[in-house]
């Protein structure tokens, strides 16, 4: 199940940070976050070393924390999105599956943020306020929670 | 758990430096600090204190290229109960430390440290370390023997070499210890136990098993020992006997450390250096995969055997857990690089997943600082932060002040990670040069503050985080970073914190004050939010301007050149625009306006706020303001510079909630960038509600030497000089030298509008006074004549008088000074000219308005002159000037009649509250006073006119002054071109040229008709009604100044008047039925003899004009024609006739001339072209009055 959808700008700031679980672990998620920045950055630091290609935007498992397994993936432009999740066993074809992995919903949840800072209103660097955004995003969790199940 | 695990931990010889006696606290760390140098020995230094008494164990020793490694643990620790377990846990030696002087009885610290190596059992070798002995304690000490070292003061280096010996000998001493423990440990029966084994022990019943797992123990601790002897090969061999045995006894346990151990001596045997630690052969690329295999595969089978020796029943007590986070950690420490990042992790992970599991509370906190080292050493700031985090809430749990303040410590170390850190902790370096590069392009963000704005959007972390360092330093009694943190919190988060909260912090400032001395400085700014308003520049009254010593009007080329204010040019480089030069004047007081703000929901009371200057060289003036929540302002802050250089000014000081802090302007203005772009939480000043600056550029602020400084005020009160239209008035303006430099040059120069109501200027008085000392002063007259409002102006007027008026019409003196041209206190400065100075004194004339004109007429008079007898004054004769001589008397003499006497009626309202009072004055051309003899030539004194408020009033001007008398007056000579027909020199005039003349005299005419009024005792002033007289003359100036070429007299001749007894009654009259002798006298006005054919006409009338009125009922009429005149120039001409009046009433004279031959000038006078048009001249009727004979 995923319990936490994060946006995080080019300068490391966050964008947008979703949880969708009842209990109250925002802190919590805040800093597993936070802390998969670290691996981010060594990601982008060190493509070679990490094996990443340029042409790569979903950069698999960052870490596994406690309960949770944290994702990234990375657009062109540095901004990094991040899930993390609570399902401990994927395999890691599952997760690149583009069908219905892990890989597919970053495509979705980046074509939503694309729709998301081309609102003419929206200052880039600004946190995502948008309700559209949200909605869409929480589709895309709720529809991929369904997809992984079944 | 043991902090700062690594492999390399097996091979260390534990020794407790313990201190005896009275040790001053810095002494002490003096002394442990020379410990330091030496934890490696090689061996190879120690052979000379080493004495094989028997064969030693260590067979494969490396005499060549092994060490003993030392660990000193200062004030030494309790034993654990795993120290069997793992034999470099013990304390292998204890040496004492203690300071002679203060320690003088050697017994007593002899004793003491012996009371304290009791408690250390395990400890092989002891020595007594004793600094600064006395000759006696040397003496004394010698006797005594044992343990005691003594270290003769002496400098460092020598007491280093003489330290160096000592610890080799003792190296030497623990070798030889070793020796005899492993002879020991193989022949006697040294019983092993781990508090694991305590229980299992008992349920165990086989007793050769256990006899083989004592062997098994045995050998692990004797490669132990050869591990600590630094014998690796040894301690390799007996490892792999402890393997074989453990794995057949399945003692788990002791299997991995045995394992644990054989790694360490794997590596020792690969590097065999002394002096370099694993990780920095690794560091340096002496790395080896296949042994970096090795080494992973023993740790993972080290692990799994931990894992295995897991034992359920005593879980709750104790458990290997804690070794098996330790291998996890020293895998880690030993495979930390970059490259290798995602192991790590892994095994991070797995060690902070395990540490739930852990039970004591201390393990967790070893391995919580464990972990977040290691990730920090793999460059995962925000993880190491986070564990730091972990660590400081374990620390916090613990509840006592220790705990806290390393709380506090290990907080401190995350900030920079959450971007929170306390400006203290960044660079003062760093800090400088941004200061620098700030002042170099003001208008551009520094990158690393815009990087800092997007990373502060980690609120929820950050808050988090401040709040742990506020409770921790509240808890360690450390009031200044409770004061930070608080501040920082509430500074950067107050738009998330409640107004409670915000409440709460603001206590806690204020409490964390009060314990913290006064003057406390913090680097982290708390509240208000101080920004840059605005840099005066110099009021007009103390403009500096630059000075060209090469010219005379030095002021001049610092003037705006052109008459443009947007200049295209100056457009090219917005560099050069936006840099503003500013200069200070030492010794004359500065402003700065700051503007501050309080978002927060209490008020804040800012103790004193000044700037800060860095660069010293001006004395700021505290002042102390109250803020009330939700609310800025703007102050003004001022000081005084104090020496000659250039001045930075990055902020503010501000002494608010006890403690001094500065604020810089940069980072406001920073931040409210930050603001603009949504980037930062708030604006603090748009959420006060004050609205957006532009950003402020901050000029080159540079000192200069003292100047000359005028100070001016008008004589009787600086307000506005309240002044009617047209008046006239004197102001004296007073200058005074405020500075302390004279003034040596000085000028005076108009500008603004309405230059030219400054009727004159001192310009003399005041290069007379010059030099004007310090301290003089000059008054200046100044003579001003109110303008005419025009009519915006009396718009205004009309809607609020006089506030607006003052400032954009007002005319100003400028007055440029300067001082000497060099500076006497700085002689090698003297080749840069100092400045000058401009001062502006505004003369704020408020015109109000005065009277006000409303129109002007030309009124033309007819009042038939009576034909009269023979008056006693010759008058008749001396036509035209003795209109003019009677003017002055009796204005119109009504009897004689006039005859075209014009008058000019001006209507003139008066709008104001005052009385005014109107002077009209005709001023009479000098040339013309032989015509009025015994005038004077100024004026003409009619009677006053008082004209009431709100009132009007018409004011009349005769106008025949301006009649040519005749014509040989220069003055007509010279204006009129037609009476100048007679010069023959200019004969063919032109129409043209009679209207250029016609007009220069129509101008002339009207500069002699003054207007003045006098309104209460100080207010005079005159009409300006030029225009007006010229409008109304336009039409008819040919007639008001021109004489007709023939004007005409009659006169009753008297010599037949024998009968008249009753001549008082019947004066000016004449009798019927009898005849009635006449004269009739033409004038000729021109230069030439005029020839005319004169008629008479009487009439007798009803009406009072028989002549133009067609209406007129006309009773009778004869004329008398024919009469045939000559006329002599500028001569009159007699013709007597004779009427018989039958009837008696009114009869009206009129003659008629028709001018024969009449020349250019009479034509261009009667206003016709044709020649052929005959050519009238016409009387003004004359009446007679005809009396009955009875």
């Not at chain 2, 995962?380 to 410590?409: E, G, M």
């Not at chain 2, 040069?433 to 990373?455: I, P, T, W, Y």
């Not at chain 2, 006064?518 to 982290?524: E, P, Q, V």
């Not at chain 2, 954009?808 to 007055?815: A, G, H, K, V």
Request: glycine share 6%.
């Amino acid at each position: 199940m995923i319990v936490c959808v994060a946006v995080v700008g080019h300068q490391n700031n966050p964008l947008y940070i979703q949880s969708f679980t009842e209990a109250d672990d925002a802190l919590k998620l805040h800093h597993i976050v936070h802390c998969s920045l670290d691996v981010v950055d060594e990601r982008v630091n060190n493509p070679k070393k990490s094996g990443l290609t340029l042409n790569e935007t979903f950069l698999g498992l960052l870490y596994p924390t406690e309960n949770y397994k944290v994702y990234g993936y990375l657009t062109n432009t540095k901004v990094k999105f991040i899930l993390v999740t609570t399902d401990l066993d994927v395999r890691d074809a599952d997760v690149r599956n583009l069908r219905y992995g892990i890989a597919k919903f970053f495509r979705r949840f980046h074509a939503a943020y694309v729709d998301a800072v081309s609102n003419p209103f929206h200052v880039p660097g600004k946190r995502i306020t948008s309700r559209t955004f949200a909605e869409r995003v929480s589709n895309i969790v709720k529809s991929f929670g369904l997809s992984s199940a079944g | 758990m043991e902090p700062d695990v690594s492999i390399e931990t097996s091979s260390m010889i534990r020794i407790a430096i313990l201190p005896i006696g009275e040790i001053p606290h810095q002494t002490l760390r003096d002394y442990y600090s020379m410990f330091h140098h030496h934890h490696p020995i090689p061996l190879s230094s120690i052979s000379s204190f080493y004495t094989e008494e028997q064969k030693s164990p260590f067979t494969s020793l490396p005499w060549d290229t092994g060490s003993l490694r030392f660990k000193f643990i200062l004030g030494g620790s309790p034993p654990g109960p795993w120290e069997d377990f793992q034999s470099n846990r013990k304390i292998l030696a204890v040496i004492g430390v203690f300071h002679c002087p203060l320690s003088p009885d050697l017994d007593s610290v002899i004793e003491e440290f012996d009371v304290v190596c009791k408690g250390y059992a395990s400890a092989l070798v002891t020595r007594c370390f004793g600094f600064f002995p006395c000759d006696s304690q040397l003496e004394d000490g010698a006797k005594k023997g044992g343990d005691l070292r003594f270290f003769p003061p002496a400098d460092r280096q020598t007491q280093e070499m003489h330290f160096q010996t000592m610890m080799q000998e003792i190296a030497a001493s623990l070798l030889m210890e070793f020796e005899k423990y492993v002879f020991q440990a193989e022949s006697s029966g040294t019983i092993l136990k781990t508090p694991l084994d305590l229980q299992a022990s008992l349920s165990s019943e086989e007793v050769i098993k256990a006899k083989k797992r004592r062997l098994g123990r045995v050998q692990k601790t004797i490669g132990d020992y050869c591990l600590l002897a630094g014998s690796p090969v040894d301690a390799n061999a007996h490892y792999s006997t402890a393997l074989e045995l453990a794995r057949l006894t399945t003692d788990y346990f002791w299997y991995a450390g045995a394992l644990e151990g054989s790694i360490c001596a794997l590596l020792l045997c690969n590097y065999l250096s002394p002096f370099l630690s694993f990780y920095q052969i690794d560091q340096i690329g002496q790395n080896n995969p296949a042994l970096e295999d090795e080494v992973r595969c023993r740790f993972n089978s080290v692990i799994l055997h931990y894992k295995k020796s897991f034992i359920q029943e005593n879980s709750q007590r104790v458990s290997p857990l804690s070794f098996e986070l330790e291998a996890n950690l020293k895998l880690a420490r030993y495979l930390c690089r970059r490259e290798l990042s995602k192991d790590i992790v892994e095994l991070l992970t797995s060690a902070a997943d395990g540490a739930k599991s852990l039970i004591d509370a201390t393990d967790r906190l070893v391995l919580y600082v464990e972990i977040a080292r290691l990730f920090g050493t793999l460059g995962y700031h925000r993880k190491a932060a986070f564990f730091s985090r972990q660590v400081a809430q374990l620390y916090l749990q613990q509840d006592n002040r220790l705990a806290a303040i390393s709380a506090l410590q290990v907080l401190a170390l995350t900030t920079k990670a959450y971007c929170v850190q306390s400006r203290a902790s960044i660079s003062d370096n760093s800090h400088n040069n941004e200061v620098g590069s700030r002042n170099a392009d003001s208008g551009k963000m520094h990158h690393q503050s815009v990087v800092s704005l997007f990373e502060s959007q980690w609120s929820m972390l950050q808050m988090v985080v401040l709040r742990e360092i506020l409770l921790s330093a509240a808890r360690a009694g450390d009031p200044l970073a409770a004061w930070s943190a608080a501040a920082r919190l509430l500074r950067s988060y107050y738009p998330l914190i409640t107004p409670v909260g915000q409440n709460g912090l603001a206590r806690a400032l204020a409490n964390s004050s009060e314990r913290l001395p006064s003057g406390t400085r913090c680097s982290d700014p708390a509240l208000p939010f101080v920004r840059l308003y605005s840099f005066p520049q110099h009021s007009s009254q103390m403009d500096i301007v630059k000075r060209n010593p090469a010219r005379e009007d030095w002021w001049a080329e610092s003037a705006p050149s052109g008459p443009f204010i947007y200049t295209p040019f100056s457009e090219g480089q917005p560099n050069d625009s936006s840099k503003k030069e500013l200069i200070w004047i030492v010794g004359e007081p500065v402003q700065i306006l700051v503007e501050l703000a309080n978002p927060c929901g209490f008020n804040l009371n800012v103790d004193s706020i000044y700037l800060s200057v860095h660069s010293g060289n001006l004395d700021p003036f505290p002042i102390s303001i109250d803020l009330p929540p939700h609310s800025s302002k703007v102050i003004t802050l001022s000081g005084i510079p104090t020496s000659v250089g250039l001045v930075t000014i990055p902020g503010c000081t501000v002494h608010c909630f006890g403690v001094i802090t500065e604020h810089l302007f940069r980072d406001v203005d920073n931040l409210l960038h930050g603001a603009a772009e949504g980037l930062v939480l708030s604006d603090p000043f748009r959420s006060c509600g004050s609205p957006r600056l532009k950003n402020i550029s901050v000029p080159n602020i540079s000192v200069v030497p003292p100047l000359p400084l005028l100070v001016s005020h008008v004589v009787g009160g600086d307000g506005a000089i309240i002044l009617y239209e047209g008046e006239i008035r004197d102001i004296y303006i007073s200058l005074a030298n405020a500075g302390t430099v004279p003034v040596e040059q000085a000028h005076i120069s108009l500008s603004g509008k309405n230059q030219d109501s400054v009727l004159s200027i001192p310009y003399e008085t005041l290069k007379f006074v010059l030099p004007l000392k310090p301290g003089a002063e000059v008054i200046l007259p100044v003579t001003l004549k109110a303008w005419k409002l025009g009519l915006v102006d009396l718009d205004n007027a009309s809607g609020i008088m006089g506030r607006q008026l003052k400032d954009s019409s007002s005319p100003s003196l400028l007055i440029h000074y300067a001082g000497p041209f060099t500076n006497f206190e700085d002689p090698p400065k003297g080749s840069v000219v100092p400045p000058g100075r401009r001062l502006v004194v505004p003369l704020n004339i408020c015109v109000l308005q005065g009277l006000s004109f409303v129109k002007a007429h030309l009124l033309s008079m007819e009042i038939p002159a009576h034909v009269g007898e023979n008056l006693p004054k010759p008058v008749y004769v001396e036509n035209s000037a003795s209109k003019e001589a009677n003017v002055s008397e009796t204005k119109i003499d009504l009897f004689r009649g006039s005859r075209g006497l014009r008058f000019l009626e001006l209507e003139l309202s008066n709008p104001t509250d005052d009385v005014f009072e109107i002077n009209l004055s005709v001023q009479l051309d000098s040339t013309d006073d032989k015509l009025s003899i015994g005038q004077d030539a100024a004026d003409y004194g009619y009677p006053k006119t008082r004209i009431d408020r709100d009132n009007s009033a018409r004011v009349l001007i005769p106008l025949e002054h301006f009649k040519s008398p005749i014509l040989d007056g220069s003055f007509f000579m010279k204006d009129f071109k037609p009476d100048e027909a007679a010069d023959s020199r200019n004969s063919s005039f032109s129409e043209k040229s009679v209207r250029a003349e016609l007009k220069a005299s129509v101008n002339n005419l009207i500069s002699r008709i003054k207007v003045r009024w006098q309104s209460g005792w100080d207010s005079s002033g005159e009409l300006n009604i030029k225009d007006a007289i010229k409008a109304a003359l336009k039409t008819s100036a040919m007639d008001v100044l021109l004489p007709d070429p023939l004007t005409f007299d009659f006169r009753l001749v008297r010599n037949n008047l024998s009968h008249g007894s009753n001549d008082s009654r019947l004066k000016g009259s004449v009798l019927a039925h009898n005849m009635t002798p006449m004269e009739i006298l033409v004038r000729n006005n021109t230069m030439e003899m005029i020839r005319m054919s004169l008629s008479i006409t009487c009439k007798d009338v009803a009406g009072e004009n028989c002549i133009e009125g067609t209406t007129a009922t006309v009773l009778w009429s004869g004329v008398l024609n024919g009469i045939a005149i000559e006329a002599p120039p500028l001569q009159e001409s007699k013709h007597s006739f004779s009427l018989y009046y039958l009837v008696p009433g009114d009869y009206t004279l009129v003659a008629t001339a028709v001018i024969e031959d009449a020349d250019d000038i009479l034509r261009a006078r009667a206003k016709t072209d044709s020649p052929d048009e005959p050519i009238f001249c016409r009387s003004p009727p004359f009446h007679v009055r005809v009396i009955g004979t009875a």
